[in-house]
């Protein structure tokens, strides 16, 4: 549990969330969810093969910083 409580007191309060669709905000606010996080953390490390697509499944999106974003360079 203190590794999920580590984690999210680092973690951006309003980054785009996960499949789970719960922003890190509401993660931090419900401290007593923490050991089921850790739970179901726990059984997933365990039995790897069986956990679903949609864990692993996320979206990327690229915005330039600034500049031509047609130009493309290293």
Do not use: C
Not at 7 to 35: C, E, M, V
Not at 45 to 74: A, C, H, N, Q
């Amino acid at each position: 549990m203190m590794e999920i409580t580590s984690f999210l007191s680092t973690a951006h309060n309003w980054k785009s969330p996960g499949n789970d669709q719960i922003r890190n905000y509401w993660l931090k606010a419900f401290a007593a969810a923490h050991s089921h996080v850790a739970k179901y953390f726990s059984a997933i490390m365990e039995e790897l093969e069986k956990v679903r697509d949609w864990l692993f499944t996320g979206i990327s999106y690229w915005l330039p910083k600034s500049g031509d974003s047609k130009e493309v360079r290293k």
